[in-house]
Structures are given as C-alpha cells and as structure tokens.
C-alpha cells in the first residue's frame, strides 16, 4: 500500500477517535466550566455506559439493530439517572467543595469499577454493530458503521450546540458559569442547573461508550483511557471552554490516527502527553481558556 491510502486510512481513524473523544471531552468540560467540578469518576461513567451496552443489546430481541437503539436509550439515561444520584447525595452534601470533590469522585470511581466487575465480570464483551456495510475504496474496504460514529457524534455536539447558544436554558448554564452569586441574585435555581449539567456530563459520555463499544470491547477497566484523553483535551482546549475542547478532541484525535498508523499508538501517547506539558508551560489556561486575573 502506497502513502496516500496509509494516509486516507489514517484520517478516517483519526476522524473517527476524534469523535467520540470530542464527545467523552465535552462532558467532562461541560461540568468544569458550570460547576467547577473536576469529576474524577468521569471514565467509569464511560465503562458503565459501553457495560450496559453490551447488557442491553444482548437482553433484547430483534438482533444487532433493536439491541443498538435500546443500548442508546437505556445506557445513557441509566447512566444519567447514577449521575443525578450522585450530585444529589454526594456532591452537593460537600458544597462542590474542588479539593472535597475530587476525593469524593475518586472514591466512586472504584466503587463503580467494582461493582461493574462483580455484576459483569472481568471478561471483555464483545458488541455487533447494528449493521456490517463496508464502503470499498480502490484500496481497501471501510467500515461503514465508524463513519456513522463520526456522523452521529457531529449530529449531538450540534445539538448540544444549539442548546447551548440559542436556547434559554443556555444562557441560564452562561450566567451560572459566569457568576454564581448573581445568578442566586437573579432567581435562577443554581442547584437545579448544576443537577442538569451533571446529568448531561455523564450521559454524553455515555452516548459515546455506546458508540464505540461495537468497535473497541466493554471491560470493567477500559474507564482509564477515556478519562486521561479527555483530560488532556480539556487541558489543551482550556479549563471550561467548550469549543476549545471541541477542537482539542480533533487535533489530538487525528494526530493520534496519523502517528499510529504511520508508527506506533506509543507513539502517538507520547506526543499527546508532551503536548500537555508544553501547554502548560506557553499557556497555562489552554489554547481557548480565559486568562485568570
């Protein structure tokens, strides 16, 4: 195979990583840049979500398809429900207090790990995707089903876009973010918008467990991976900014696809992780984030 279908190949993986990354991401900066919450258990709402996946598609008649559209229902408003809980008892118990939080979320995290591997066990589950159709370049043939990832994942960060710009809960979630005292000033139920955002988090993260879990397989320990990627993506994109973690996801995304095609995943791990640092240093609030004064 010569370099450009190295190539090709290379963007279409990359696009498709840097979807579902876009999406875990922007959960995770959703929360931040609202609540100032950094939610450490955001990967494991990430395997709860591919884990009740594979549970559903695999309890519900009809084949692949049904099994599919169910998993998209049930995973993310199950693992919604979990988060609501979870601000509801937890977090709101220690005032969103940052240092608190992180504790806090630390703890659930291996409590939702274990429970994952009691209930489902430490076996990798396997998904079908709800359709096998190939699209067949000169060179190679193509998963039909990853570009459906790609346009799926785009179809909800437009919606989450459109809510959050041109409706009137969007604009409630911007003055919340902006300034928490006036917004109580104002009348607006801040602890209501923080329950909304939280649960909004964790189901866009479960959307794209959904979404990948056909192509990389459920297991109890995959919530590492999603939770330092989309680390590193709300870092580089700016604490709380939705829009640079949205572009982060797709820089980081495709230098992944092209390293690791051309070299090695190693590789590509490596680089995403000296991009950090070196945003870090030149501009610690991220390429989009507002300077602190």
């Not at 909800?156 to 005292?181: A, H, K, N, Y």
Request: no cysteine; proline share 4%.
């Amino acid at each position: 195979m010569s370099f450009l279908p190295h190539l090709l190949l290379a963007v279409l993986e990359g696009t498709v990583a840097a979807a579902v990354l876009a999406l875990s991401a922007l959960g995770l900066s959703l929360v931040f840049g609202v609540m100032r919450v950094v939610n450490v258990a955001h990967g494991e709402f990430f395997m709860l979500g591919a884990m009740l996946a594979w549970w559903t598609a695999k309890m519900m008649p009809g084949g692949p398809f049904a099994g599919f559209i169910a998993a998209f229902i049930v995973a993310p408003a199950a693992v919604g429900a979990l988060a609501f809980l979870t601000e509801r008892l937890l977090l709101r118990r220690i005032n969103y207090d940052p240092e608190a939080t992180i504790v806090a979320t630390i703890g659930l995290l291996f409590v939702i790990q274990q429970m994952a591997l009691t209930f489902f066990g430490a076996d990798a589950k396997p998904v079908a995707a709800p359709f096998s159709y190939r699209i067949v370049f000169p060179w190679f043939g193509y998963s039909g089903y990853k570009l459906f990832v790609v346009v799926a994942s785009g179809a909800v960060l437009l919606g989450v876009w459109w809510v959050l710009s041109r409706t009137r809960f969007g604009l409630i979630m911007r003055v919340t973010q902006f300034d928490r005292e006036t917004a109580t000033a104002f009348g607006i139920p801040v602890n209501t918008v923080y329950s909304v955002v939280f649960v909004a988090g964790a189901a866009l993260v479960a959307v794209a467990a959904v979404l990948i879990v056909p192509i990389q397989q459920a297991h109890y320990l995959m919530g590492l991976d999603p939770l330092l990627m989309s680390f590193i993506v709300v870092i580089i994109g700016g604490l709380g900014s939705i829009k640079g973690s949205v572009i982060a996801a797709f820089m980081i995304g495709m230098t992944d696809g092209v390293i690791s095609v051309f070299f090695s995943p190693t590789l590509a791990s490596i680089i995403s992780t000296l991009a950090v640092a070196f945003v870090l240093v030149v501009r610690p609030q991220g390429l989009f984030g507002a300077e602190t004064r």
